[in-house]
């Protein structure tokens, strides 16, 4: 059968997709875009809200067992000559982080951490570790923090030591630190000295990660004030 040059032209018209018609469904394809990526978004945000107050659980529960095994949380630094009231580098230890890392599926990390040396010497201080991370803080995906011999892994989580002085990194404006909170520098608090109830005490907040390579503000191995091993509140 022959065609005509007539159906010739009427199927090849059939088959076109003129410009107009591709725009508009270009136009409509934009439209959806824009009205789903937003709540794809939402939905991403609300995931890593979730992620995070999953985390503050875990090491609510890891805390928990820490006392049930210990009679004690942990504290929140060890100064290994035994003077808590001024700590310098060398004088820093463990934080509380570190003593819960068992408690938390991190056995590697704690089996090989030195309880003998200081902090900053322990290669187990540049690890990530996501469960001590929220996702939303875009600054856990930067370099870890240089302060203190560098190296130091970042995090989003501190100890709730309460009210409590300043002691420096380096020692030399070290001064007393008030007790308070659920645990100091070598000193530990225990269930029955929390005099409002564990219910209504924070012990652990979430902390903002530094804002450059320098800030010490979350970094979760650090047993200093400020870094991600403690929180203070009146």
């Known amino acids: 059968m022959r065609l005509t040059a007539r159906q010739l032209q009427i199927r090849q018209r059939a088959r076109g997709f003129t410009l107009i018609e591709l725009l508009v469904v270009i136009a409509i394809i934009a439209v959806l875009i824009a009205l789903l990526l937003p709540a794809v978004q939402a939905a991403r945000e609300a995931a890593r809200r979730t992620q995070c107050r999953n985390n503050l659980k875990q090491i609510g529960l890891a805390l928990n067992n820490y006392h049930e095994t210990h009679n004690w949380f942990p504290p929140f630094i060890i100064s290994r000559t035994g003077n808590p009231q001024r700590i310098a580098d060398a004088d820093k230890g ?96 225990r269930f029955g000295h929390v005099a409002d109830g564990a219910a209504n005490t924070i012990a652990v907040d979430e902390l903002r990660t530094g804002l450059n390579q320098n800030d010490l503000r979350g970094s979760w191995a650090m047993p200093g004030l400020g870094s991600g091993t403690s929180a203070l509140f009146q």
């Open 94 to 189: 463990a934080n509380w982080l570190v003593f819960l890392l068992p408690y938390v599926d991190q056995n590697a990390i704690y089996d090989k951490w030195d309880l003998d040396i200081p902090a900053n010497q322990n290669p187990g201080r540049s690890t990530k570790i996501a469960g001590f991370m929220c996702p939303t803080d875009p600054a856990n995906s930067g370099p870890p923090c240089s302060y203190a011999g560098g190296g130091w892994a970042r995090g989003n989580y501190g100890m709730n030591v309460s009210p409590c002085a300043h002691n420096s990194l380096n020692g030399n404006t070290g001064v007393p630190s008030a007790l308070g909170g659920i645990g100091g520098p070598n000193y530990v608090v």
